[in-house]
């Protein structure tokens, strides 16, 4: 089992950064893929990155890419999100969770969240 805390969001202003973390408990951590979801106000929410259990391999949305990296650590257990450029339209609760599969983008392969961070993006 994987416990997931989020933490690191807040209010930026448009261009700035921020980076969410991400931390987990149980050992299994190591071995799963760790993915990156949103939800906007008034949307569902959707998926943004993920990256593979060495973190070896990444992959990003086209919304996302090129402002978004996502890394871990798993010697400390935490996925981060390192957020740039950012702008009004990402403003979102930001969620990590975890999966089994290798490469899915369906939250229903992923099987552990957490319970989400706000980012804010205004001026």
């Known amino acids: 089992q994987v416990q997931l805390v989020e933490s690191g969001g807040g209010l930026v202003q448009p261009g700035g950064s921020l980076r969410l973390s991400c931390a987990a408990s149980?050992?299994?951590?190591?071995?799963?893929?760790m993915g990156w979801f949103r939800q906007a106000p008034g949307k569902e929410r959707e998926f943004e990155g993920r990256?593979?259990?060495?973190?070896?391999?990444?992959y990003y949305t086209d919304s996302v890419k090129d402002r978004f990296t996502i890394s871990r650590d798993n010697a400390k257990n935490t996925v981060y999100l390192q957020m740039n450029g950012l702008k009004p339209e990402d403003t979102a609760v930001y969620y990590c969770?975890?999966?089994?599969?290798?490469?899915?983008?369906?939250?229903?392969?992923?099987?552990?969240w957490g319970q989400g961070t706000q980012v804010t993006v205004s001026s």
């Open positions: 969770a975890s999966s089994d599969y290798y490469n899915s983008d369906n939250e229903e392969n992923y099987g552990y």
């Open positions: 990256i593979s259990w060495s973190g070896g391999r990444t």
């Open positions: 149980g050992r299994t951590f190591r071995s799963k893929t």
